[in-house]
Structures are given as C-alpha cells and as structure tokens.
T-cell receptor, first 113, second 110 residues
Framework: ETGVTQTPRHLVMGMTNKKSLKCEQH?????MYWYKQSAKKPLELMFVYNFKEQTENNSVPSRFSPECPNSSHLFLHLHTLQPEDSALYLC????????????FGPGTRLTVL | ELKVEQNPLFLSMQEGKNYTIYCNYS?????LYWYRQDPGKSLESLFVLLSNGAVKQEGRLMASLDTKARLSTLHITAAVHDLSATYFC??????????FGAGTRLTVKP
C-alpha cells in the first residue's frame, strides 16, 4: 500500500449503529487529519493530530470520536449519527509544522439512514 | 474568522480557451494550496504557494499568490477535456486551521 488509505470505502449505517472509519498513511508523516465533505458545504476540517496528540477539534459533535494510536493510523468512531452526517469523510496526512502539504486518502462515503 | 471564497463556482469552457479561477481569503496568510478532485475521487495536490508573488506552473495550469491582495489565481491555458474536475483552493495560516473554498466545478467541452 502506498500513500493514504481509508477503509471502508462505503458505509451505510442506521442511527443507532456504532461503526469506525480507519485511515492509514504510508508516507512517514506525523500529522493526520479528518475532513468532512458534504454536498452543500465546503470541505470542513474536523480533527487534527500532531505526533498522536489531538491539537484541534473544530466544534465537532461528540457523536464523532477520533483516535490516533500512532502516527500512521487514525480512526473515527461513529455512534448515534444523524442523517445529516451523511457525507464523504476524508483523511489526510502531512509532516507536522505550518504550511506542510497535505495528502488525502480516497475517502469513505457514509450514508446514515 | 478565516473565510475563503472561490469564483466562479461553475465554469463551462470550450477546449482551447483560456480562463482564470479566483480565490480570495479574508485574513493574513502566506500559505495557499490548490487541489483537484475528480468525481468520486479524493483530492490531489496541484500547487503549494508559500510566499507573496509565488508563481507555479504545471502543464496548462499556472497558479499565483498575492498575499497583499489576499488573492490567488489558477489560470488555465488552452483547456483540454482532461482538465474537467473540481478545483479547490485552501488557505492555512497553520495546518490546524486549514480552510477550503467551495470549489470550482470545471467542465471543458469539445
């Protein structure tokens, strides 16, 4: 595997389900990000991890819970989501530090019924 | 609050024509990024502009940054069908505060 990978690529879940999205980067980076891309809004930064430490949480509802066990892996745990949470969730990675180029994974298309 | 505005949001152009996409942002930043996204695909990095007056070119695309005007442009020269995609600019005073524009959906017609 090269670059940034995400699994699953597609996910359909009910509002009472619990699921997790996984992201793995093979670029030797030490910063990772979760973004939400929905049809009617610009790409939104959700969470940022630098050296496994969360450094940003942009007012994301608690039904989204990130986890970063090491610099190469990032998870987004989902529970009791709402239909409006349906979107494409993108993971990205970069070297830590300002102005570093971010590399994106293919995304997980999430549908909440 | 940092805001990033792109225009136009939709652009339909003929092959062989030239056009410019504009990206304005509201607060000081000397870092600006351009990405391309094909339908159903992820974002692909095109250009990273890190200083005032920076200009970068790749094939038929050229990006520039004017930090004083808080403006970046993405110029398309002699468009071809393969350039059809959505183009995003993103501004980040730091990586913890990256903001994306709404995107410009470009369609190049024969």
């Amino acid at each position: 595997e090269t670059g940034v990978t995400q699994t699953p690529r597609h996910l359909v879940m009910g509002m009472t389900n619990k699921k997790s999205l996984k992201c793995e980067q093979h670029l030797g980076h030490n910063a990772m990000y979760w973004y939400k891309q929905s049809a009617k809004k610009p790409l939104e930064l959700m969470f940022v991890y630098n050296f496994k430490e969360q450094t940003e949480n942009n007012s994301v509802p608690s039904r989204f819970s990130p986890e970063c066990p090491n610099s190469s892996h990032l998870f987004l745990h989902l529970h009791t989501l709402q239909p409006e949470d349906s979107a494409l969730y993108l993971c990205a990675s970069s070297q830590a530090g300002n102005g570093r180029e971010q590399f994106f994974g293919p995304g997980t298309r999430l549908t909440v019924l | 609050e940092l805001k990033v505005e792109q225009n136009p949001l939709f652009l339909s152009m003929q092959e062989g024509k030239n056009y410019t996409i504009y990206c304005n942002y509201s607060t000081t930043s000397d870092r600006l990024y351009w990405y391309r996204q094909d339908p159903g695909k992820s974002l692909e990095s095109l250009f990273v502009l890190l200083s005032n007056g920076a200009v970068k070119q790749e094939g038929r695309l050229m990006a520039s940054l004017d930090t004083k005007a808080r403006l970046s442009t993405l110029h398309i020269t002699a468009a071809v069908h393969d350039l059809s995609a959505t183009y995003f600019c993103a501004v980040g005073p730091n990586n913890n505060d990256m903001r994306f524009g709404a995107g410009t959906r470009l369609t190049v017609k024969p």
